[in-house]
T-cell receptor, first 114, second 109 residues
Framework: DADVTQTPRNRITKTGKRIMLECSQT?????MYWYRQDPGLGLRLIYY???????NKGEISDGYSVSRQAQAKFSLSLESAIPNQTALYFC?????????????FGEGSRLTVL | GEDVEQSLFLSVREGDSSVINCTYT??????LYWYKQEPGAGLQLLTY?????DMKQDQRLTVLLNKKDKHLSLRIADTQTGDSAIYFC?????????FGTGTSLTVIP
C-alpha cells in the first residue's frame, strides 16, 4: 500500500462545482503539503500544515481551502472550481527530523474543470 | 518564491551519460534534491545533497553542487530507456521547498 494516498485519482467537473481532494498518510509525519503541477511551471505550493492546528498559505492559495482533520489526513477543497484550476494535484509529507527531510509524494489527483 | 531553473528537454542515446542541470537563487538552502517523475506517477526521490557537500555518488547517479555559482547537476551514467522521465530539482530553504520546472529526459534506443 502507498504511504501517501490521494483520492480521487481522476476527476472531471464543471465550472462552479465544489470539489474536495483527499490525502491520507501512514508515514506518521507531522508536515503535510498540497502542490499543483502545471506543464512547464513545475510544482507550486498551495497550502501546508505542520500539525493539526497549523495551516499556512502557500504561493497560490487563492481559490483553495484546506482542512487538517487529523495528523494523517489533509484535504484540499476548491469551493467553486474554474477551468484554470485544471491541473495535477499532489499531496506530500515530510519529516524534518530525519536526514534529508525530503518530501514523500502521493500518486497525484488529476482534476479537469470544464 | 525562490527561482529554481532547469532546461525543459534533454535527449540522449541509450548507454550515454545524461547531465541535467539546475540553477537556484537562494544561498541559504540546507538541502538540494533530485526527484524523478514517471508518466502517471508521483515524484520519487532519487537523491539529495546537503548544502555543505560538493559531490554525492550513488550507483549510476552523481550529484555535483557548486555553491558559488548556485548550480546543481545530476549525471546519470549508462542511461537506459527506463530512465526516460521528468526530473525535478528542488531546494529546501527553511521550512519551504522550491521546485524547478522539470527536465523531460528522452532516451533514444
Amino acid at each position: 500500500d502507498a504511504d501517501v494516498t490521494q483520492t480521487p485519482r481522476n476527476r472531471i467537473t464543471k465550472t462552479g462545482k465544489r470539489i474536495m481532494l483527499e490525502c491520507s498518510q501512514t508515514k506518521g509525519h507531522d508536515r503535510m503539503y498540497w502542490y499543483r503541477q502545471d506543464p512547464g511551471l513545475g510544482l507550486r505550493l498551495i497550502y501546508y500544515s505542520f500539525d493539526v492546528k497549523d495551516i499556512n498559505k502557500g504561493e497560490i492559495s487563492d481559490g483553495y481551502s484546506v482542512s487538517r482533520q487529523a495528523q494523517a489526513k489533509f484535504s484540499l477543497s476548491l469551493e467553486s472550481a474554474i477551468p484554470n484550476q485544471t491541473a495535477l494535484y499532489f499531496c506530500a509529507t515530510s519529516d524534518f527530523d530525519r536526514a534529508g527531510g525530503e518530501l514523500f509524494f502521493g500518486e497525484g489527483s488529476r482534476l479537469t474543470v470544464l | 518564491g525562490e527561482d529554481v531553473e532547469q532546461s525543459l528537454f534533454l535527449s540522449v542515446r541509450e548507454g550515454d551519460s545524461s547531465v541535467i542541470n539546475c540553477t537556484y537563487t537562494d544561498s541559504s538552502s540546507t538541502y538540494l534534491y533530485w526527484y524523478k517523475q514517471e508518466p502517471g506517477a508521483g515524484l520519487q526521490l532519487l537523491t539529495y545533497i546537503f548544502s555543505n557537500m560538493d559531490m554525492k555518488q550513488d550507483q549510476r547517479l552523481t550529484v555535483l553542487l557548486n555553491k558559488k555559482d548556485k548550480h546543481l547537476s545530476l549525471r546519470i551514467a549508462d542511461t537506459q530507456t527506463g530512465d526516460s522521465a521528468i526530473y525535478f530539482c528542488a531546494e529546501r530553504v527553511g521550512n519551504q521547498f522550491y521546485f524547478g520546472t522539470g527536465t523531460s529526459l528522452t532516451v533514444i534506443p
